[in-house]
């Protein structure tokens, strides 16, 4: 849903008064990985090393178990794109973070460079976190923002 049309969310929307972003997959492999695949390289070459050397066989063990495991959950939130980004009639939901209609007091402004973008949800209570919102969803969140500003518009029409 986060490469579609702002049309396909607002059709969503009216429909189901339920919008699912799943996570997009080049977005998830855009900035973290890049700057991780570097480092993993050059320590994979020194893999073969540390097997050979008795001191150091352990930590070569480790470093197999671990990289299994990245490649592991890496893959698991390819293949099911999750954590899913949902906007439904109770509030805005990323993962297990949550914030509901009632206490949205703001929708930030876009900040961050192009790569890694980020868009916060203020809380009504100044001394809670800010629920920040990143393009890992969304591919346009300078729309994102408009459209969540008319749902946030409309849910507080509702309350009254």
């Given amino acids: 849903m986060g490469e579609r049309l702002p049309e396909a969310w607002i059709v969503e929307w009216h429909h189901n008064r339920r919008v699912e972003f799943p996570l997009r997959r080049w977005s998830f492999l855009q900035f973290p990985f890049l700057f991780v695949v570097g ?29 299994v495991g990245v ?3 890496v893959a698991w939130q390819l ?5 899913y980004l949902i906007v439904d009639r109770t509030g805005i939901h990323q993962g297990r973070r949550s914030m509901p209609w009632t206490e ?10 192009r790569p ?7 809380p009504k209570n100044v001394w809670a ?5 990143s393009q890992q969803h969304v591919s346009d969140l300078q729309t994102f923002r408009t459209w969540l500003e008319t749902i946030l518009e409309e849910q ?5």
């Fill in 39 to 67: 480092p993993s390289v050059m320590l994979l070459s020194r893999l073969p090393d540390m097997l050979d050397d008795g001191a150091c066989r352990f930590v070569g063990y480790l470093l197999i178990a671990a990289y």
């Fill in 71 to 73: 490649v592991i959950a």
């Fill in 79 to 83: 293949i099911t794109q999750r954590p």
């Fill in 104 to 113: 949205v007091g703001s929708i930030g402004l876009i900040r961050g460079p």
């Fill in 116 to 122: 890694i973008r980020q868009l916060p949800i203020h």
């Fill in 129 to 133: 976190n800010d629920l920040v919102l």
């Fill in 156 to 160: 507080r029409v509702g309350e009254r």
